[in-house]
Structures are given as structure tokens and as C-alpha cells.
């Protein structure tokens, strides 16, 4: 079916944003198994894999339009050095994937596809309930328990694959 190339931009910039969201998860999930905190491990590894999820939901939606998935394209990835600073340069990601997403709905409501505004309602839904919900969570509870009572609370847990 041949479908908007708005529609098609705007699922691909959606797209880009997903995969580079999975690139920072997986180096923050990565350097969280290297510092022992296996519970952090466990999520992000979890949100890396639903960012890939939304990519792959993406790459099918747009082959559907018969439009060309642009995986080699990234935005550039904050890489944190303390656990507060992952956190937060995830949060700020997800919220820039959350604006994306809401950008990309009214696209595909003016040009009337339905199924995509459908699709990436539920991946906003994901987004803003799941992943960025779970981080904000998670600043809070650095914010009352103190980083030394978080980190201890996070690394209780079963090794990772590396540990």
C-alpha cells in the first residue's frame, strides 16, 4: 500500500530515535553489570530490547507503505558517568522520543492513516506509562533514599551474564 512519504519521514525519524534510544539503554545496561548493579542490568537490558521492539513495529509499518526503513541513521547518545547522570540523560531521551511521537501522530491523522496513528499511539503509550514513568520513578527514589541507599538497594539481585 502506498502511503505518505510524511507519514513514511515521520516514521523514519521516529525510527532513528528508537535505535539510538537502544544504543544509550545498551551501554548504561552494559556499564550497570560492570558496577554489580544487576537489577539495573536487568531493566535496562529490558528497555533496549522494547526500544527494538518499537523499531522492528516501525520498519514494518513503513515497508507496509512501501517506504525505505533508514536503520543506519542515529542521533547522538549522552553516555552517563554516575547513575544519577544515566538516569537522567535517559529520561531526557525518552522524553524527546515521547515529543517525537506525538509529532508523528498528528502527521498520520492529517493524512488520514489511521493504522499508523493507531500503532504509534501504542508505542506512545509504552513510552510515557512503561519507560519514562519507570525513570522518573527511579530519580525519586535517589532523591529520598540517598545514591549510597540506591545503589545498594539496586545491586541486590541475581549476576548478570558478565558477573
Known amino acids: 500500500m502506498k502511503g505518505s512519504k510524511k507519514v513514511i519521514a515521520a516514521l523514519n525519524k521516529q525510527l532513528t530515535a528508537e535505535l539510538s534510544a537502544a544504543d544509550q539503554y545498551n551501554t548504561h545496561a552494559e556499564m550497570y553489570a560492570d558496577w554489580g548493579l544487576h537489577s539495573l542490568y536487568e531493566r535496562m537490558h529490558h528497555e533496549k530490547d522494547e526500544e527494538l521492539e518499537h523499531a522492528k513495529r516501525l520498519i514494518e509499518r513503513i515497508l507496509f507503505l ?3 526503513p533508514d536503520t543506519a541513521s542515529r542521533e547522538p547518545i549522552k553516555i ?5 547522570e544515566m538516569m537522567k540523560n535517559d529520561l531526557e531521551h525518552e522524553y524527546h522520543v515521547i515529543n517525537l511521537l506525538k509529532k508523528a501522530i498528528k502527521v498520520a491523522e492529517a493524512e488520514e492513516d489511521f493504522q499508523t496513528r493507531q500503532m504509534l499511539v501504542g508505542l506512545l503509550d509504552d513510552s510515557e506509562e512503561d519507560h519514562a514513568y519507570w525513570i522518573e ?3 525519586r527514589l535517589i ?3 540517598g545514591l549510597q541507599n540506591y545503589i545498594q538497594f539496586r545491586a541486590a539481585g541475581e549476576p548478570t551474564p558478565h558477573g
Not at 80 to 84: A, D, L, Q, R, Y
Open 66 to 68: 512501501e517506504g525505505v
Open 80 to 84: 552517563g558517568k554516575t547513575v544519577p
Open 137 to 139: 520513578q527511579q530519580i
Open 143 to 145: 532523591d529520598m533514599m
